[in-house]
């Protein structure tokens, strides 16, 4: 069996396009050796028809995709304080899915495996089963089950899905060969981009040492204990419970330093302004929101099925900005710096040590990255409290 990316000389992002409309069901996604999904091809099976590189984001351009900076932008927070708490920022996932569900539709989206402790999309058709799906896991999830998303669309049957910008690029690309777009309503998040496995299962090991159990009962990836700014990563078993912050926790400061991501983040041209979506979903960053605590969604409508689906629901409206302030909050350019990248991808590679390989590119760092660093640990001795009352002391300063 052979990686695509390594037949093709194209780094795989595992978006599950070519899984999901592979005629023969020659591909499946697994990780390699570095903690990533990958597309491999099973030689056996496989009958060289071309339909996986057709519709790969990453093997031909994206073409004909929408532009966010000419669609509509909106600032939208559920109507409900409990949906908007268990979200990652104005709860607009869920109350879209929930809108769906009661319509008819099943609804596609990501939940955590607290058996595996891998993320995966799933497949679910009734609201009791929705707050699986609440809340960003910022892992890159298996979307294996995407290829049941497009067979259903296929059989006549609406879904809507959830995912990062490369799955609803692949998926979409998917459903206009077999001439089922219509069936679907494809929602894509904003995506910073998903770090490796191997980072995950040493914070998973962590957590399960202070937390006395081999398995967690629910993992959050971003509890709101005092505000959506602060990035809590909570884990519970039994009547203990783990909170880990951005400043304490070496999966948060990994994510955050963005040199061991995904080698098809690191150039992804899907996280970017055009899009095959009907809506892009976001946290609304930047100083319009930095006062607010609960948190507050950014929508583009980039379709007119993505307006009409906006249009159904009830929501809290706020005021938006225009899209190019919204986007200057978030990192759109994507990431430079490559060569440090492939050198500490490679040290992952070989000795499957995330330390090791953390330690390669931050002995590589500038004298300004290690101070920041330091600061960060440093400011973790304050109360989370504390931390979280003095960072928006210090928006509020220098909005003023
Ligand atoms: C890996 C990752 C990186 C992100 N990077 C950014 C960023 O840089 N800037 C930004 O503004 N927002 C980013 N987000 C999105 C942000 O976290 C919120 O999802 C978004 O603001 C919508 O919030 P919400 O409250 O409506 O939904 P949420 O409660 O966050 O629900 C989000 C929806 O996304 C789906 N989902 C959850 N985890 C994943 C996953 N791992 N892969 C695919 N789909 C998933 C769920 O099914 C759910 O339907 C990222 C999310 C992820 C998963």
């Given at each position: 069996m052979n990686h695509i990316g390594e037949q093709t000389n194209t780094a795989c992002s595992g978006c599950g396009a070519c899984a999901a409309l592979c005629p023969k069901a020659a591909i499946e996604l697994s990780l390699d050796e570095a903690g990533f999904f990958k597309a491999v091809v099973r030689e056996d099976r496989c009958?060289?028809?071309?339909l996986c590189r057709s519709v790969c984001p990453r093997f031909s351009p994206v073409e004909g995709g929408k532009d966010l900076r000419e669609s509509p932008l909106y600032a939208l927070q559920s109507e409900s304080d409990a949906v908007v708490r268990q979200c990652?920022?104005?709860?607009i996932a869920h109350e879209l899915a929930a809108d769906c569900l009661r319509q008819g539709w099943s609804v596609c989206g990501v939940v955590y495996n607290t058996e595996t402790d891998r993320v995966e999309h799933r497949l679910i058709s009734a609201l009791e089963e929705l707050p699986a799906l609440d809340?960003?896991?910022y892992l890159q999830s298996d979307a294996t089950a995407l290829r049941q998303a497009l067979a259903m669309a296929k059989g006549g049957e609406h879904v809507a899905v959830f995912g990062t910008p490369c799955q609803i690029a692949g998926l979409a690309r998917a459903a206009q060969k077999l001439g089922v777009r219509d069936k679907l309503l494809l929602a894509e998040i904003f995506c910073h981009g998903v770090p490796s496995y191997l980072l995950w299962e040493r914070q998973c090991e962590r957590m399960k040492q202070k937390l006395h159990t081999?398995?967690?009962?629910r993992v959050l990836f971003?509890?709101?204990?005092?505000?959506?700014?602060?990035?809590c990563l909570r884990a519970d078993a039994g009547d203990c419970s783990f909170f880990g912050a951005r400043e304490t926790e070496l999966f948060w400061q990994v994510f955050f330093e963005?040199?061991?991501?995904?080698d098809a983040c690191m150039?992804?041209?899907?996280?970017?302004?055009?899009?095959?979506?009907?809506l892009r979903l976001g946290d609304y960053?930047?100083?319009?929101?930095?006062?607010?605590?609960?948190g507050v969604s950014a929508v583009f409508a980039l379709t007119e099925r993505g307006e009409e689906a906006l249009r159904r629901l009830k929501l809290r409206r706020l005021e938006p900005g225009t899209p190019e302030e919204m986007l200057q909050?978030?990192?759109?350019?994507?990431?430079?710096d490559r060569e440090l990248h492939d050198g500490a991808m490679e040290v992952l590679r070989r000795e499957r040590d995330i330390s090791a390989a953390v330690k390669y590119y931050r002995a590589r760092e500038s004298g300004k990255q290690t101070l920041k660093r330091a600061l960060l640990r440093t400011s973790a001795i304050l109360p989370d409290e504390l931390r979280a009352k003095l960072r928006k002391a210090n928006s509020s300063r220098k909005l003023k």
């Open positions: 009958v060289s028809c071309g990652s920022s104005g709860g809340g960003s896991k081999e398995r967690f009962d971003r509890y709101k204990k005092n505000d959506w700014h602060s990035y963005n040199v061991l991501l995904g150039d992804c041209e899907m996280r970017k302004t055009e899009s095959l979506a009907d960053w930047g100083r319009r929101y930095q006062q607010n605590s609960d909050a978030q990192n759109m350019d994507g990431y430079h």
